[in-house]
């Protein structure tokens, strides 16, 4: 059976950094697409990075150049590194497997639970 | 990159059926058919419904049904029941390599 389960949200300052970890099961991370997908309190859903299943790693604009997307093959888990943390960061992140095989971002079949980051003072 | 655009609320009775739309660019929706929708209830990780425009995942109701127009994906519910209420949301590949979400629209059954 599949499973995905997110940990690390905790409440952050301004400026600060945290890291964001997804254990995965019943798959293999290294062989497939997986991504993170952040939602505001509140707010719809927004795509953040994707690492390809040979290393490639993209951002969206608003994360890029803060965050950094990796994998532990070894342990079969995904991570996001976030620094720099801000107020408009704080959300329920996310770990989701993208079913396809094409190169692209192309639909997620797995979702974790979700973790809560909040950025704050 | 802007989000897609979907209707904020759309509602119908039980039995009807609805349509969503979701309107993007020439740059994410208009040439690529990888667009998906997913179902979002309160406090849940959101479902996936429907892929690469008009496939449905194995145990997701023939109700559900995709399709796409030029920029504008669409999902059709058929035969509306009380457990489709929630949220929907379409997302796109986009010509930068990222992904896009639609701004998400909230199913109401009357």
């Known amino acids: 059976e599949v499973q995905l389960v997110e940990s690390g949200g905790n409440l952050v300052q301004p400026g600060g950094s945290l890291r964001l970890s997804c254990a995965a099961s019943g798959f293999s991370v290294s062989r497939n697409y997986m991504n993170w997908v952040r939602q505001a309190p509140g707010k719809g859903l927004e795509w953040v990075s994707i690492?390809?299943?040979?290393?490639?790693?993209y951002y969206a604009d608003s994360v890029k150049g803060r965050f950094t997307i990796s994998r532990d093959n070894s342990k079969n888990t995904l991570y996001l590194q976030m620094n720099s943390l801000r107020a408009e960061d704080t959300a329920v992140y996310y770990c989701a497997r993208d079913g396809g095989v094409r190169g692209v971002i192309d639909y997620f079949d797995y979702w974790g639970q979700g973790t809560l980051v909040t950025v704050s003072s | 990159q802007s989000a897609l655009t979907q209707p904020a609320s759309v509602s119908g009775s039980p039995g009807q059926s609805i349509t969503i739309s979701c309107t993007g660019t020439?740059?994410?929706?208009?040439?690529?058919?990888?667009v998906s929708w997913y179902q979002q209830y309160p406090g849940k990780a959101p479902k996936l419904m429907i892929y690469e425009v008009n496939n449905r995942p194995s145990g997701v109701p023939e109700r559900f049904s995709g399709s796409k127009s030029g920029n504008t994906a669409s999902l059709t519910i058929s035969g509306l029941q009380a457990d489709d209420e929630a949220d929907y949301y379409c997302?796109?590949?986009?010509?930068?390599?990222?992904?896009?979400f639609g701004g998400g629209t909230k199913l109401t059954v009357l």
């Open positions: 020439s740059s994410d929706v208009g040439p690529y058919n990888y």
């Open positions: 997302s796109s590949y986009t010509a930068s390599s990222t992904l896009v």
């Open positions: 690492i390809y299943s040979g290393d490639e790693t």
